[in-house]
DNA sequence: ATTACTGCAAAGCATTTGCAAATGC
DNA sequence: GCATTTGCAAATGCTTTGCAGTAAT
């Protein structure tokens, strides 16, 4: 394919090698100004990152990376995908928090949360306008919405 | 007062007592509809949701009931959630995966997934019209938006 | 009487952490 | 040479589970 084939984000894969080179200096800087050591194991953990190109989890890349001749140990995975993160390379894909959160939602609409990371305050909200875009979205992408959850994080302003 | 004047989201509390009341008496439909039994243990459980108007976290919960008259035990409590959760009368709020996810976002735009609770499989999709209406929320709310996430459960059509 | 449920304590399991050895600078 | 990292293994901490006793039907 051609790479104006592609229309999501602005992602090219047969750049995939090239990504890799590409980011892989960035991530040097970033260490350097943070006075970190730019070591095998870090950038063994960043090419298989960026070898994948669906999301994965730490614990699997963990794994995959507890044998081999490349072996990184699972500490330093999960330490270095911090990094990358904090670095902005990769995103997490869940909540912050861990541990389970409920609410009662008998007698109460759908909603949604603001969660303010300072405080760990919710601030609840509904909005039309996104149900909506969401329906549409799921019906274009020939999928059948079960529910949706939408998360917003940042910080109330003046708390 | 009168239920008309309640807004969305400033529950009135003095109306704690009859949300039970009502509800109550659909759990206990919902247990006999599965030939389960309507035991003291999830009664409190039961009572002691509906006592909360904020949101709050299994653990925690589990710890308010680990003493006092009407204790019930941590098990006990996990899987009284775990029902009312199935009776559609508390969500949880986070994902259904505890581990954690990542993908690299090196080059790609910002963007959200469909997940197909089947398959597992993600399908991805960004939307303009989501970004915009979180910002005009944050903005009407007051918050400083850091970063957002828009998950979609669901299964894809014909799979 | 039966059978489901509870409490308990132990097990699970992803993730984190302390520390001695290894490595980058 | 010195400080940061690594690997290892043990610890964490929420959640789940097996089992024997208890309660609901």
Redesign the pocket.
């Known amino acids: 394919m051609g790479a104006s084939d592609k229309k999501f984000g602005e992602s090219v894969h047969e750049g995939e090698d090239r990504s890799v080179d590409e980011a892989w200096p960035l991530f040097v800087s970033f260490?350097?100004g943070?006075?970190?050591?730019?070591?095998?194991?870090?950038r063994i953990v960043f090419e298989r990152v960026f070898a994948r190109h669906d999301h994965f989890?730490?614990?699997d890349l963990?794994a995959e990376l507890a044998s081999g001749e490349n072996?990184?140990?699972?500490?330093?995975?999960?330490?270095?995908?911090?990094l990358m993160t904090e670095a902005g390379f990769v995103q997490k894909i869940?909540d912050h928090d861990?541990?389970?959160h409920y609410e009662h939602i008998y007698g109460h609409g759908r909603h949604h949360h603001l969660i303010c990371e300072a405080s760990g305050d919710f601030i609840e909200f509904s909005s039309k306008v996104i149900s909506e875009e969401i329906a549409r979205i799921c019906a274009e992408k020939n999928f059948e919405e079960q529910f949706h959850r939408v998360v917003v994080f940042g910080s109330r302003k003046g708390v």
Do not use: C, P
Not at 71 to 82: I, Q
């Open positions: 260490l350097k943070r006075a970190s050591r730019i070591t095998q194991a870090r989890r730490a614990d963990s072996r990184v140990s699972r500490g330093t995975v999960y330490r270095t995908l911090d869940r861990v541990h389970a």
